[in-house]
């Protein structure tokens, strides 16, 4: 067995891209999973790396601006290693805006061109200007936006797991979870299982695990850009699908999809007509972890020496995991925090 400098136990995207960092920065690392890579919410369907609005600015919605913006860098950095494609493509994003909105969409797109640094706009245009892949608009105007990017989950997790083993760190799945397989500092990237853990060990919740549920559909649109409604997250992939997602329950029994799926992908129908009878390839649902403060959780794990907290990816997790993997590796390997304000493991105690 190889000797590891850091150990990772998780491989979701949180996981793997702090892993690939670590190993990009010259660290053997060695990735832990019980089960299979991206098996929790980090193997979904939906990938839509989407920004916050550029209005109320803070923190972590300028984390997030520069996460964005380093993700074509930092994913065609990892299919160059692995040589497997993540299915990343910055194509944009159009929004209808909604009756009595258009001052606030305006207003948006002036936040946008003060706050994007000039590498990306949002927009608004009239229902000419749109593309033909667009949501329904009562108000003929649409938001379109040239921020928003999508890849594929899980082929986003085998690209991660692909440029490990090529950098020569290992991911080791199954029941090698024994405290003896570790080496290193040890970063607890575990989802949902890992937030109830945490909570167990504080004594108190520190974030619950919110149920997500979504649809993949056989239809043709991989140069669109993807498309928001009505909470409803339409992403078209290169494969010749499109996700549609997705749900947020506080409250459910198991883990199967039912009737709210089927009540989501009616929803998106009558949004988008042109997926009106689109064949249904595959259903999802999953937990996604949530922490109290509604951010990512960083930093060190209170009270245990050389361990240390990725989590609380919640629905950002892909579009944060750039951003998340630098100042994780910066704080294990250098001991140098970056963490910005509003992500520290302690605002969710």
């Given amino acids: 067995m190889s000797m590891a400098e850091v150990t990772v136990r998780g491989a979701g995207v949180f996981g793997l891209s702090i892993a690939w960092e670590c190993a990009r920065r010259g660290a053997k ?6 089960h299979a890579v991206g098996a929790g919410s980090s193997g979904g369907v939906v990938g839509a790396l989407a920004p916050h609005v550029p209005e109320n600015w803070n923190p972590k919605k300028a984390f997030q601006l520069e996460s964005l913006l380093a993700a074509a860098s930092f994913w065609s950095g990892v299919q160059a290693a692995g040589g497997v494609d993540p299915g990343y493509a910055r194509t944009g994003r159009v929004q209808p805006v909604v009756p009595g909105g258009e001052a606030l969409a305006r207003a948006r797109a002036a936040g946008a061109e003060a706050l ?6 949002w927009q ?5 200007e ?10 003929g105007l649409y938001v379109i936006d040239t921020l928003t990017a999508r890849l594929h989950p899980a082929r986003a997790c085998a690209a991660l797991a692909a440029a490990l083993e090529a950098a020569g760190s290992e991911v080791v799945i199954g029941d090698s979870a024994d405290a003896d397989g570790e080496q290193g500092p040890v970063i607890w990237a575990t989802g949902a299982d890992g937030l109830a853990a945490l909570s167990a060990d504080m004594g108190r919740p520190v974030g619950a695990p919110i149920k997500g549920q979504a649809a993949l559909l056989h239809f043709e649109a991989h140069k669109a850009a993807q498309l928001f409604a009505d909470g409803v997250h339409v992403v078209p992939h290169a494969d010749g699908t499109v996700a549609i997602g997705s749900t947020s329950e506080r409250e459910f029994d198991g883990l199967e999809t039912d009737a709210l799926l089927d009540t989501l992908l009616e929803k998106a129908s009558a949004l988008v007509p042109l997926l009106h009878g689109a064949p249904v390839l595959k259903r999802w649902a999953g937990l996604r972890p949530r922490a109290r403060s509604r951010a990512p959780m960083l930093g060190a794990w209170p009270g245990r020496d050389g361990h240390f907290i990725a989590n609380g990816g919640f629905k950002i997790g892909f579009g944060m995991a750039p ?4 100042v994780m590796a910066d704080l294990v390997l250098e001991g140098r925090d970056a ?3 509003g992500f520290r493991v302690e605002d969710s105690l």
């Fill in 116 to 121: 994007w640094q000039g590498r990306a706009v």
């Fill in 124 to 128: 608004v245009v009239e229902e000419s």
């Fill in 130 to 139: 749109a593309p033909a892949f667009r949501p329904v608009s009562q108000t």
């Fill in 29 to 34: 690392v060695r990735v832990i999973e019980r």
């Fill in 323 to 326: 951003g998340v993997a630098r």
């Fill in 339 to 341: 963490i910005p304000q």
